[in-house]
């Protein structure tokens, strides 16, 4: 049900002869990520559907369309090509299923409709520029993602979930905001299951489908900065951790992950609260900070603490 469908992909292919005219298996097959094989499927399905398609064979064979074949244009401004561009050259480094070869058929689109300056200004700019995204480690599911963006705010969502330490569920969910960080995509809402604030890992969502009954969003959590405030904050069926930390908010955000953390500015310092199914990731966090802290709940990350810190002293005691 889910993943690229292979009609986008179709069209994409055809987008890139449009516009290169001519194109080896091999680079077809890997900017639309599939197999040579898939590629002379899609070329024989297109020749099916009445586009010119040829097959060069030979060692430097490849694909291209037969001269004169054209979709019906598209015109924009130099400034909206530029900005288009810039923003699919960024999508295809965003973790989103398919998310490459849908950004390869856009770009050939519009450089088949660019005037000549602009289509070299834009060559160079895919040369020069370096996006500084990180990759994510597991793409989301693009019908997933847009499902659950477009009930944002407006609609209960149905989604099926496979949870790191639960197994798979099935849940109601109002999605209150989608947002990306880290290499991954997250949506946070009220979940009805757990009957609390939660964020969910949008490659994690199997399925979703919008439902008929409506919610409205809390005052306040209009931002993906309170959203995740808020969910650190929400008690759940894990560890609720305090920890007193010697410095300002500000110099202790630069240190913690941006993800699951709420900072609170205190006469001490900042007080850091989270919910963690994993004492262990928690002390390694605390660990890696550059300021002195003082543990207020639970007491059994003390003991993380300890094994952390046993751990380091093995580690630089080898030879």
Known sequence: MYGYRPTTRLLSMLEILQSRGRMGGPELARRLEVGERT???YA????EM??????E????GGYVLQPGYRLPPMMFTDEEALGLVLGLLAARR????????AAEGALAKLER??????RERVAALQRALSIAIDRPAVSARSEALLTLAAAVGERRVWMRYRSGSSGTTERKFDPYGVFYREGYWYAAGYCHLRRGLRLFRVDRVLEARPLEEGFETPT????PEALLDAVAAAPGEEWSVEVLLETEPGEARRQLPPIGISLDQVEEGTLLRCSTPDLGWMARVLAALDCPFIVRAPEELRSALEERAAE??????RR
Not at 94 to 101: E, M
Not at 113 to 118: A, D, I, K
Not at 220 to 223: E, K, M, T
């Open 44 to 47: 024989a399905m297109l020749r």
């Open 50 to 55: 009445g586009v010119p398609v040829e097959a």
């Open 113 to 118: 409709v660019m005037p000549g300056g602009l």
């Open 94 to 101: 965003l973790g989103l299923s398919g998310a490459a070869p």
């Open 57 to 60: 064979r030979g060692r430097y």
């Open 220 to 223: 306040g959590l209009d931002s």
């Open 39 to 41: 590629v002379r499927r």
């Open 312 to 317: 380091l002293a093995a580690l630089a005691r």
